[in-house]
Every structure is written in C-alpha cells, then in structure tokens.
C-alpha cells in the first residue's frame, strides 16, 4: 500500500522555465513533507519541506506548496537549470512515525 | 555538516552468501535506517533504530536483520543472500524528521 505517490515517472523540461513536480499521499495523519533529490550513485539529499501548518515554503529557486484538503504536494523549481536534473523523491511522515517515500520523478532539463 | 558513510560502495555477493552492510554516522543522530531503493519502487524500509540495541522492522524485513550495538554505527544484515536482494542500499540517520543518507551500497547477488 503506497501511502506516497508520484505518478509520473519523467519529467523534461527547457532550461530557464519551471519545473513542477507532483505528489499525492493518502494518509491524513501525514504532518511533515520533504523533497530529496538524488544523483545517480549517490544517497539522497535533502531539499526543502513543509510542516502541515503551513501551506508554502520557499528557499531560493525552490518552492513547496502543500494543498491539506486534497492530499498533494508540489515542487516548484524556476528557472530550471541544467544542474537541477536528477530525481526528486518526496517524502511523508506522521509524529513519531517513520517516513515514507514516494516512487521519484526523473526531472530532465535540457540546455 | 552530517556525515554518512557506508563501508561499500559495490558489493557482489553469491546466493546463500552471509552479507554485511555497515553505516557510520558522525552526528550523534539518535536514528538510524536501512531503506532499499528499487526502480519503480522509490525507497523502502527495511529496519530502522531510535536508540542503541533498539530496532524495529521496516516495511520490508523478511530476509533481514539489523545490529545496532553503538550509536553511531548501524548494520545490515543479509543471512543468506538472494538475487531478489540485489538492489541499493541507502542507510540515514536523524535527529528529527530531516534524514541524512550515505552513498549507497549497490549489491549485486549472483
């Protein structure tokens, strides 16, 4: 049972335009978010997050939205950058309860 | 800056061989976990650990075990490797809900 999930696998984009990554999750008891990105043979890093109280975070070029009555995340990238291909895994967790992943999105972006 | 290492960056392994993954934090993390990541299939949980000689299954510990006898190491453990096991292998640590991974280890079982 996937409680996290990212429908689409890929993801290509021109450089210089935004890049909008998507998540659904179904467990309403889910408080904290987080978007990792990860390299090919390399361990995830971590991106950005979100705590269910609010409904935005922003650090730089990256942005989350958080959207509590429908049960979906996004991930705003602009612009895009080369540098940014790689695939973003988003994240979910309920207090004291360990996290859960979604599938990843391979983002593309092209020069 | 949170430092994670895993003894192994490739590992090939024979069916029924005893595997032994280790994971090294520097950051006093009071958790640790042991995911595998498999194409399709984003990061599962295999076991994971709040404190020394503590461990709990993940979502997916049948053919596993872990060690947890210091804090800053974690270990996993393959009692007779599989091919279904060949996969990476991604170990974190946290002190809240941020995880911090290693590298990986991409196992590879013959």
């Known amino acids: 049972d996937q409680q996290v999930k990212q429908n689409s696998p890929s993801l290509s984009v021109q450089e210089g335009r935004i890049s909008i990554l998507n998540c659904d999750y179904t467990?309403?008891?889910?408080?904290?978010f987080l978007w990792y990105k990860k390299y090919p043979a390399e361990g995830p890093t971590f991106l950005i997050s979100?705590?269910?109280?609010?409904d935005k975070n922003e650090d730089g070029r990256f942005t989350v939205f958080l959207n509590k009555s429908a049960k979906h995340l996004s991930l705003h990238i602009v612009p895009s950058q080369p540098g940014d291909s790689a695939v973003y895994f988003c994240?979910?967790?309920?207090?004291?309860?360990?996290?859960?992943f979604g599938a990843g999105t391979r983002l593309t972006v092209k020069p | 800056d949170v430092k994670v290492t895993q003894s192994s960056r490739y590992l090939v392994k024979r069916t029924g061989e005893k595997v032994f993954l280790e994971c090294v934090q520097d950051?006093?993390?009071?958790?640790m976990f042991w995911y595998r990541q498999d194409p399709g299939l984003g990061l599962r949980l295999i076991y994971f650990?709040?404190?020394?000689?503590?461990?709990e299954k993940g979502d997916i510990p049948e053919g596993y075990s872990v060690s947890r006898e210091k804090k800053e190491r974690f270990s996993l453990i393959l009692e007779s490797a599989s091919t279904n096991q060949t996969s990476m292998y991604l170990c974190?640590?946290?002190?809240?809900?941020?995880?911090?991974f290693g590298p990986g280890t991409r196992l590879l079982v013959l």
């Open positions: 974190a640590s946290s002190l809240s809900e941020t995880q911090y």
């Open positions: 467990n309403s008891m889910f408080d904290y």
């Open positions: 979100i705590s269910s109280i609010k």
């Open positions: 994240a979910a967790s309920a207090r004291d309860n360990d996290m859960r």
């Open positions: 950051m006093d993390h009071e958790n």
């Open positions: 650990s709040y404190d020394v000689k503590m461990k």
